[in-house]
């Protein structure tokens, strides 16, 4: 969006709401109206009224004793009506649909899942002959190209968390984990991972993000195939963009 067009619809009362939600719910401790002003760079007097509105919605919490505020349960109770999972089902489901028709290619969409990789979306492909994992499945995470892809665009403490739960990881020399974060530091460089399915003799997967990395929701949109189905490097090459456009896709439609 052009800034033109933002200075258009710009909202400032609203703008100074969210900047005080977002800054409020960045911090841990209560926060007095000056120091609330101070951090988002405005004055006392523009934000008193926009204060008083938040407090009146429920929004903030005013202590009487020091008159500092802080951000209520009302903004966790509001997120959690609204599942991140059911959204991106709902979004790319006939964006996967149509890039299998299109491409003849069968694809299913993955996220962590109790530090497993999860299958929660499989789209068929229309060809005679094609792969079909089922919606639900568990896969060990450092085994899978999914599960590389995710590993690769999760923080740290996710990766640290995975990293404890994973059997194949604790079993794992030096040299081969060392390997392993070379591996993930190549995905998030080149935004895709393609590779010998380790499960599975005779099958390759490609695997890209959905979302943000490190961000709160992410997925992993992969085609798993015959990798005898894949005749040359041209043709892998336009599995990997077509892939990745879809992905792109996925996310944009999803606000991230």
């Given amino acids: 969006m052009s800034t033109e067009k933002s200075n258009k619809y710009a909202v400032p009362a609203l703008d100074?709401?969210?900047?005080?939600?977002?800054?409020?719910?960045?911090?841990?401790?209560?926060?007095?109206?000056?120091?609330?002003?101070?951090g988002i760079e405005r004055s006392s007097n523009e934000?008193?009224?926009?204060?008083?509105?938040?407090?009146?919605?429920?929004?903030?919490i005013r202590d009487e004793i020091s008159?500092?505020?802080?951000?209520?349960?009302?903004?966790?109770?509001?997120?959690r009506k609204i599942s991140p999972i059911d959204q991106l089902r709902q979004t790319a489901i006939p964006i996967m649909e149509d890039f299998s028709a299109q491409s003849g290619y069968a694809a299913h969409l993955s996220i962590l899942y109790q530090s497993k990789v999860m299958v929660i979306i499989h789209a068929r492909s229309q060809s005679a002959?094609?792969?079909?994992?089922?919606?639900?499945?568990?896969?060990?995470?450092?085994?899978?190209?999914?599960?590389?892809?995710?590993?690769?665009?999760?923080?740290?403490?996710?990766?640290?968390?995975?990293?404890?739960?994973?059997?194949?990881?604790?079993?794992?020399?030096?040299?081969?984990?060392?390997?392993?974060?070379h591996t993930l530091e190549d995905i998030l460089r080149n935004g895709y991972c393609f590779r010998e399915?380790?499960?599975?003799?005779?099958?390759?997967?490609?695997?890209?993000?959905i979302g943000q990395p490190k961000g709160a929701v992410i997925a992993?949109?992969?085609?798993?195939?015959?990798?005898?189905?894949?005749?040359?490097?041209?043709?892998?090459?336009?599995?990997?963009?077509?892939?990745?456009e879809t992905a792109i896709l996925i996310t944009k439609q999803l606000g991230y």
Wanted: one cysteine or more.
């Fill in 220 to 244: 992993a949109l992969t085609v798993s195939s015959l990798t005898s189905a894949i005749k040359d490097e041209e043709e892998k090459q336009q599995l990997i963009q077509s892939l990745k």
């Fill in 197 to 209: 399915n380790k499960l599975t003799t005779g099958v390759s997967d490609c695997a890209t993000i």
């Fill in 129 to 181: 002959l094609s792969l079909s994992i089922a919606e639900g499945t568990l896969f060990p995470t450092t085994d899978t190209t999914s599960g590389l892809v995710l590993l690769a665009n999760s923080n740290e403490q996710v990766k640290q968390l995975i990293y404890d739960r994973d059997k194949s990881y604790s079993q794992m020399n030096k040299k081969t984990k060392a390997e392993l974060e």
């Fill in 16 to 38: 100074k709401g969210l900047d005080i939600l977002e800054y409020l719910a960045s911090k841990a401790v209560p926060l007095s109206q000056t120091e609330i002003a101070q």
């Fill in 47 to 60: 934000i008193y009224r926009v204060l008083v509105g938040l407090e009146s919605r429920g929004y903030l």
């Fill in 67 to 79: 008159g500092k505020y802080s951000v209520s349960l009302k903004l966790y109770s509001l997120s």
